[in-house]
């Protein structure tokens, strides 16, 4: 990818352009880490990449960024450019292309995130970025408090790298967040999610947490019961949601919706009840279990165990019902099922056709 990368470069380069990779690629290949994100920055206009590269995409003009694919690989190519002014916390309310990579860098988040690489695959460090990303830390570039109040989103990312990188925050960061998250609540809840969620389902999830809670972004971010995911060993995404119960406020798909729903239902129920695990199936009850520091080997083993698994096994149909009572479809026949359901998984009756019959008979006729 890298190679491709370099090509692309070159590319660039010899119709009389810079350019250079920048930000997150650069990092992470410097750490050692595997990255399939490359930012391209260069001081050609989006309508000169577009002259050079024909078949590029020019998603949003005013950003001034342009999607070249090349051998297959997906690149966002980014002119130089200076941010005027930001509105709402979050976004610049006009940009302005400049032709000095070291004033672009400038406007950039962190520093680890300036450093950058040239056709010949040399590592340029203008803000001093190398040294933090050695010392493990995260400093923004110039005044934290100016970032962060520039764009809130900052601050998620700034607790996010550290979580990832497992480095530690810059005093100064940790002192401008401090004055600055109240602006968090103006950030929509999409984007927090989708922070807090890389957080979350980082292998290091935990400092991050601790990180949220030391300075007191929880409270911001409306997750008040965040706490308690350090309390379970290992956890999921969805059952670290689950505790945090805030499908009111945060954005989630039905599907999302109805499994916090469940699995918050479940953390409050015996989880090795055949009833239980019966109603909400294996994986709600092994998040339950999870949350709860259960071993979820036993409620694989006692789900397994379970005589049926759903209605459409037990061994009699509405017909034979209503034929064995003389009775026409009403809300009976939901009564029965859930009788014969119940009576079946807790081994009081088997579930066989001429047994479960003798039972209707004797019991509703």
């Excluded at 109240?182 to 984007?191: A, C, D, E, P, Q």
């Excluded at 009833?275 to 949350?291: C, K, Q």
Aim: charged share 30%.
């Amino acid at each position: 990818m890298l190679e491709v990368a370099l090509k692309l470069l070159e590319e660039i380069n010899s119709h009389s352009y810079q350019s250079f990779i920048v930000g997150g690629f650069v990092r992470d290949h410097l750490l050692g880490i595997e990255s399939n994100d490359i930012d391209i920055t260069t001081n050609a206009t989006p309508k000169q990449i577009k002259e050079i590269f024909e078949d590029s995409c020019l998603p949003t003009e005013d950003y001034g960024s342009v999607t070249v694919i090349m051998k297959g690989i997906r690149f966002e190519i980014t002119t130089f450019r200076r941010e005027i002014e930001y509105v709402n916390n979050r976004k610049p309310v006009e940009i302005q292309y400049i032709d000095d990579l070291y004033q672009d860098l400038l406007r950039r988040d962190f520093t680890i995130n300036t450093l950058c690489m040239d056709a010949g695959g040399n590592v340029l460090d203008y803000l001093n970025g190398k040294n933090d990303l050695d010392n493990h830390l995260i400093r923004t570039v110039g005044d934290a408090y100016d970032k962060f109040s520039e764009d809130s989103l900052r601050i998620l990312r700034a607790i996010r790298f550290a979580t990832i990188l497992d480095f530690s925050l810059d005093d100064e960061v940790k002192e401008a967040i401090q004055r600055t998250k109240y602006l968090l609540k103006n950030l929509s809840y999409y984007r927090k999610k989708n922070e807090l969620e890389k957080i979350f389902t980082s292998p290091n999830y935990k400092k991050g947490i601790k990180l949220l809670l030391e300075l007191g972004l929880d409270k911001e971010l409306e997750i008040s019961n965040l706490a308690m995911v350090l309390e379970s060993e290992t956890i999921s995404l969805i059952g670290i949601w689950s505790i945090l119960n805030v499908t009111d406020k945060y954005p989630f798909n039905k599907n999302e919706s109805e499994l916090i729903h469940n699995i918050t239902k479940a953390i409050s129920l015996n989880n090795l009840d055949p009833m239980t695990l019966y109603v909400y199936g294996l994986y709600v009850n092994s998040v339950a279990g999870e949350i709860k520091k259960k071993d979820i080997k036993d409620i694989t083993e006692a789900y397994n165990d379970l005589v049926i698994k759903s209605r459409n096994e037990i061994d009699i149909d509405s017909n034979t019902i209503m034929d064995i009572l003389h009775r026409k479809p009403g809300r009976y026949l939901k009564d029965i099922y859930d009788d014969i359901e119940r009576e079946i998984l807790y081994h009081r009756l088997e579930n066989q056709r001429d047994i479960i019959c003798q039972y209707i008979i004797e019991k509703y006729n």
